[in-house]
């Protein structure tokens, strides 16, 4: 197997577990809003009402609660599934040579008084 072949299958497979993961985190986003809908309904049965027994509240601030960490630990996930995949996308385009340029320069650090800085393309597109 050549490198871009194996650069090329690790790049899908990324791509196929952010997409993945995109889904579940808005399945989670949904599901939050959700809770929340249900846990300011049963805040008014409970208290304006007086339908459901206060204690009844628990019941969806605990589940929203825990909905919230679920929550961002898929979104951390999914931040971390896109930095792999952008990390064999770049490997690609390395592979290409057609990397040059699409990082940072670094031409805050040139200095004009300085004898070799511009002669030797220090800060720059390469």
């Known amino acids: 197997m050549t490198p871009r ?3 090329e299958r690790r790049r899908d497979e990324r ?29 008014y049965l409970a208290f304006d009402l ?8 628990a019941v ?6 825990i909905l919230v960490a679920i929550h961002q630990r898929a979104r951390i996930a999914e931040r971390r599934a896109r930095r792999a995949a952008r990390f064999y996308d770049a490997g690609l385009e390395r592979l290409d040579h057609t990397w040059a340029g699409k990082g940072i320069g670094g031409e805050r650090f040139f200095d004009p008084i300085h004898p070799y800085a511009a002669d030797l393309d220090l800060f720059g597109r390469g």
């Open 60 to 65: 969806p601030v605990i589940a929203f609660a």
């Open 15 to 43: 791509h196929a577990e952010v997409a993945e993961l995109a889904r579940r985190t808005a399945a989670l986003a949904r599901v939050r809003t959700l809770t929340f809908a249900v846990g300011i309904a049963v805040l």
């Open 5 to 7: 072949e194996e650069y």
């Open 50 to 57: 007086r339908v459901l027994p206060h204690a009844a509240v």
